[in-house]
């Protein structure tokens, strides 16, 4: 069985200022890692993703995630945040060919 | 084709009464997937279908919930005798299937919100 843990339910963090939303998952098997973002009213969209390959992959608007198999953890990094950042984050597992398991969410509000 | 659709986007019914939501996904994806959002908390899996066959089914699906996908295409999910509790996101998404060689990532559509009073 799989699941993920997101550490942090809110991040308040400044505009321009660097942040990195925590995840840590536990699989028995080799897993593909997601993250997904909820803008306020709209639906799921695809962050970036780890299926092989480079441990580092990063998404067109500049977040970037490191898969770390020793540490079981795909923390989300940006290294300067912009008020339309402001959504809800999950981070997912998923065996491969199957359903995905999601993490709570972490929520991150951007201080002007 | 633009992505995964879902009808309605929004439901408000009394409790007791049935429900029916649709989901037509990505043209060329052999795969469809249910899952159920509710307040402060991440999707929660609740069945998948690869072409027409249902392959896995959630704990969570009641026997007051089905789904189907009769052509290998759209699907329904419908709920029966609604209940408070059901008040929820319901949010479909699609994927190719490692059979197909494409790589296997899950689209979302955009849910269809449904509050039960």
């Known amino acids: ?112 | 084709d633009t992505g995964v659709s879902q009808d309605p986007r929004h439901k408000i019914t009394k409790r007791g009464q049935n429900v029916t939501f649709r989901c037509d996904p990505i043209s060329e994806h052999n795969r469809l997937y249910w899952y159920r959002q509710t307040l402060g908390q991440g999707p929660e899996f609740l069945t998948y279908f690869q072409n027409e066959a249902q392959l896995e089914k959630s704990r969570l699906l009641s026997d007051r919930f089905s789904a189907e996908r009769p052509k290998g295409s759209f699907s329904t999910l419908e709920i029966q005798r609604t209940e408070q509790g059901d008040s929820a996101m319901y949010l479909c998404a699609s994927s190719p299937g490692l059979s197909s060689g494409m790589e296997e990532t899950q689209y979302f559509g955009p849910g269809t919100r449904l509050l039960v009073l």
């Not at chain 1, 942040?19 to 840590?24: A, G, H, S, T, Y």
């Not at chain 1, 709209?42 to 540490?71: C, D, H, R």
């Not at chain 1, 990094?77 to 950042?85: G, M």
């Open chain 1, 1 to 112: 069985a799989q699941s993920v843990t997101q550490l942090d339910s809110q991040v308040p963090v400044f505009e321009e200022a660097p942040v990195e939303l925590r995840c840590n998952y536990s699989s028995s098997v080799s897993v593909y890692l997601f993250w997904y973002v909820q803008y306020p009213n709209q639906g799921l969209q695809l962050l970036l993703k780890y299926l092989s390959g480079s441990t580092l992959v990063e998404s067109i608007n500049g977040f970037e995630a490191e898969f770390n198999k020793s540490q079981t953890s795909f923390h989300l990094r940006k290294p300067s945040v912009h008020i339309s950042d402001t959504a809800e984050y999950f981070c997912a597992v998923s065996g491969g060919d199957d359903k995905i398991i999601f993490g709570k969410g972490t929520r991150l509000h951007i201080l002007p």
